[in-house]
């Protein structure tokens, strides 16, 4: 079983950039599929962005394509989400997620239920 630690939140002005860690103990990162996910007060848990076991696959939401990009150091067991040119509406406590699955086109890697363990989460505010 993995366990996983979300670091690099905090608050910045729209417009800024931080980048968010998660590290992995317990098991190889490299065994897993991660994912980002993140939750705003009283809103559903929502997809970010989704990276392949060795890196070479990515997947975005819509709502950061082009802004935000996942990646991963399977030697540190870390991945990481660069969040550049930051708005107001990405303000949410962000999750990172491993699962055992398989990342197939078609692979629900968009839902938190296609998950198996979770980090316990690192707020992003962004001041307008």
């Known amino acids: 079983q993995v366990q996983l630690v979300e670091s690099g939140g905090g608050l910045v002005q729209a417009g800024g950039s931080l980048r968010l860690a998660c590290a992995a103990s317990?098991?190889?990162?490299?065994?897993?599929?991660m994912g980002w996910f993140r939750q705003a007060p009283g809103k559903e848990r929502d997809f970010v962005a989704a990276i392949s076991r060795s890196g070479g696959n990515t997947y975005y939401a819509d709502s950061v394509k082009g802004r935000f990009t996942i990646s991963r150091d399977n030697a540190k067991n870390t991945v990481y989400l660069q969040m550049n040119s930051l708005k107001p509406e990405d303000t949410a406590v962000h999750y990172c997620a491993a699962s055992v699955r398989g990342l197939y086109s078609g692979s629900n890697y968009y839902l938190h239920s296609w998950y198996d363990f979770w980090g316990q989460g690192t707020q992003v505010t962004v001041s307008s």
């Open positions: 317990g098991r190889p990162v490299s065994s897993y599929v």
